[in-house]
């Protein structure tokens, strides 16, 4: 399985953008599709988390009502659009997948088998 995420850039504070992670491989075989990030200086954390089985989501608190997770299962491709974006969203953003029955941290990541490469999201305040 491969991650292949892409979307980021510049946006001034109150923008949006719509992140994309695009998996190649045995994306059947997978249950748990998120998005992580990580700023400078500061620890990885869980942004948004989507559990196939049940459809369970996860939000950070910090964007709860402006970030949206959705899985395209035709596209096999997981999105995170980001509205009202402001200075401490800044980050790289990674997406990360689990397989069925891995037991993973959708608040850190720990525990996910496959990660992306990051793309960078820059907020201007």
């Known amino acids: 399985v491969q991650l292949q995420a892409s979307g980021g850039g510049l946006v001034h504070a109150g923008g949006s953008l719509r992140l994309s992670c695009a998996v190649s491989?045995?994306?059947?075989?997978?249950?748990?599709m998120g998005w992580f990030r990580q700023a400078p200086g500061k620890r990885r954390e869980g942004v948004a988390c989507?559990?196939?089985?049940?459809?369970?989501?996860y939000y950070a608190d910090s964007v709860k009502g402006r970030f949206t997770i959705s899985r395209d299962n035709a596209k096999d491709t997981v999105y995170l659009q980001m509205n009202s974006l402001n200075f401490e969203d800044t980050a790289v953003y990674y997406c990360?997948?689990?397989?069925?029955?891995?037991?993973?941290?959708?608040?850190?990541?720990?525990?996910?088998?496959?990660w992306g490469k990051g793309t960078q999201v820059t907020v201007s305040s």
């Open positions: 990360a997948a689990a397989r069925y029955y891995s037991d993973y941290d959708p608040r850190s990541g720990r525990g996910m088998d496959y």
């Open positions: 491989g045995r994306a059947f075989s997978l249950n748990g």
């Open positions: 989507l559990r196939t089985t049940d459809g369970y989501i």
